[in-house]
């Protein structure tokens, strides 16, 4: 069955590291995004891909990075890891054109100290 | 800027209650919205989702209303479960398929 995936899940990291956080879906969706979700927030918008060499920034990006190299990845990199970046971590994915439905990974539980 | 207002926060229900989460948008230009059910440790799943062309719908026990004049959509569960205690999203787009503004999330508890 086609799925997302994400790695590692769960992650303890120190203040000025940098971290990447992997999402894989083998459902081959055009569409990619990458939320956090943090309590009284929901879900926000880091970062989203339409296709390969695509990346948009979405509401809060400071601080973060995206590379597309080819379809079914989207990896999301905290370049200088701060203590606000602690979250929990979502992919996502959905068809181009398609249904509506965005399908979301398991989430990464990333902590810096 | 909150464009996804998403009230209560939390909510109690005794079994076979009917708990009623509302949203309210800002932004016109939305046209899909969708609910997500998340559970503990699980990534958010998709619950049931509306178009601004109905004021209603259904599936199973999930109902959306939507008034597009007062830019506010709400979801009711009909004969509230335990099974159903989880936090609740509202969410909006402009497409579908693509980005989506979330509202803050309600923690919904079914007591037996």
């Known amino acids: 069955d086609a799925e997302i995936t994400q790695s590692p899940r769960h992650k303890i990291t120190e203040t000025g590291r940098q971290v990447t956080l992997a999402c894989h879906q083998t459902?081959?969706?055009?569409?990619m995004f990458w939320y956090r979700q943090d309590l009284g927030h929901g879900l926000r918008l880091i970062h989203y891909?339409?296709?390969?060499?695509?990346?948009n920034k979405g509401e809060v990006s400071d601080g973060y990075s995206v590379s597309r190299s080819n379809t079914e990845d989207l990896p999301l990199t905290l370049e200088s890891a701060a203590s606000s970046q602690t979250s929990v971590y979502f992919c996502?994915?959905?068809?181009?054109?398609?249904?509506?439905?965005?399908?979301f990974g398991p989430g990464t539980r990333l902590t810096v100290l | 800027q909150q464009q996804v207002k998403q009230s209560p926060q939390s909510l109690i229900v005794q079994k076979g209650g009917i708990p009623i989460i509302n949203c309210a948008y800002e932004?016109?230009?939305?046209?899909?919205f969708p609910w997500y059910q998340q559970f503990p440790g699980k990534g958010p799943a998709l619950l049931i989702a509306?178009?601004?062309?109905?004021s209603e719908k259904k599936e199973g026990r999930f109902t959306i209303s939507f008034n597009k004049s007062a830019k506010q959509f709400s979801l009711h569960i009909m004969d509230s479960q335990p099974g159903d205690s989880a936090t609740y999203f509202c969410?909006?787009?402009?497409?579908?398929?693509?980005?989506?503004?979330f509202g803050q999330g309600t923690r919904l508890t079914i007591n037996p």
């Open positions: 891909s339409y296709g390969v060499q695509d990346t």
């Open positions: 509306i178009r601004p062309d109905v």
């Open positions: 932004n016109t230009a939305f046209d899909y």
């Open positions: 969410a909006a787009s402009i497409d579908g398929a693509q980005k989506l503004v």
């Open positions: 996502a994915s959905s068809e181009a054109g398609g249904e509506d439905t965005q399908y």
């Open positions: 459902w081959n969706h055009n569409n």
